[in-house]
């Protein structure tokens, strides 16, 4: 039996990759394989350097773009069909989000060019989690945590929180909100809930 894809979305600051730690510790995730976006790999190593320097906008989805297929190829088919759950730390509606952003000014409808590159060969997610909160809370919290990111800006952030609330309305059967502006705790307990509810 084929296993399923849950993926993690959320602006920085938005309290998703705290929240994934300690999914992590969580006694029910025990035969999860966990991941993320960009990858660890070589190709993700390039992401990140591309992130922390003033890449090409487009160059830049192209990395994010072969990461993502490499990752595919590596780790998330051969769990799935091996019938392990897999939870992914952001997944290709990071780029439809953030890129949508970037390439704004070279396409009319930049979510809809990028998707179309990823059409035919992605592994579409059973579930995307997509963690929700103010732009301005969430900029306070990537100030607090120390060097902030060319993402990290609050006029950023709202553009790209309308786009993946924009995903959101085109793909309602998929994706489930979670509000973040909560004690972590009470963010853990839900997403728990909807993890075990397909898991």
Not at 21 to 34: D, G, Q, T, W
Not at 56 to 73: G, K, N, Q
Not at 106 to 132: A, C, R, Y
Request: hydrophobic residues 35%; charged residues 30%; glycine residues 6%.
């Amino acid at each position: 039996m084929r296993g399923k894809l849950i993926t993690l979305e959320g602006i920085d600051g938005s309290g998703k990759s705290t929240a994934l730690e300690r999914l992590k510790a969580h006694p029910s995730m025990n035969n999860v394989v966990f991941t993320r976006e960009p990858t660890t790999d070589w190709i993700g190593e390039a992401v990140e350097r591309a992130i922390h320097s003033d890449t090409d906008h487009l160059a830049e989805l192209f990395l994010f773009t072969a990461d993502h297929a490499e990752h595919i190829s590596k780790v998330i088919q051969p769990a799935l069909e091996g019938g392990k759950t897999v939870i992914s730390d952001r997944y290709s509606d990071s780029r439809y989000a953030y890129q949508g952003v970037t390439l704004s000014d070279k396409f009319d409808d930049p979510i809809e060019w990028i998707q179309s590159i990823h059409n035919g060969w992605t592994v579409v997610p059973d579930m995307t989690i997509l963690f929700d909160i103010d732009p301005k809370i969430a900029v306070e919290r990537c100030g607090n945590r120390g060097e902030q990111t060319k993402f990290e800006k609050i006029g950023f952030l709202e553009r790209v929180r309308a786009n993946y609330l924009r995903l959101v309305k085109e793909d309602p059967q998929r994706f489930v909100i979670v509000d973040t502006d909560r004690s972590i705790k009470e963010i853990e307990t839900d997403v728990v809930e909807l993890l075990t509810s397909i898991v």
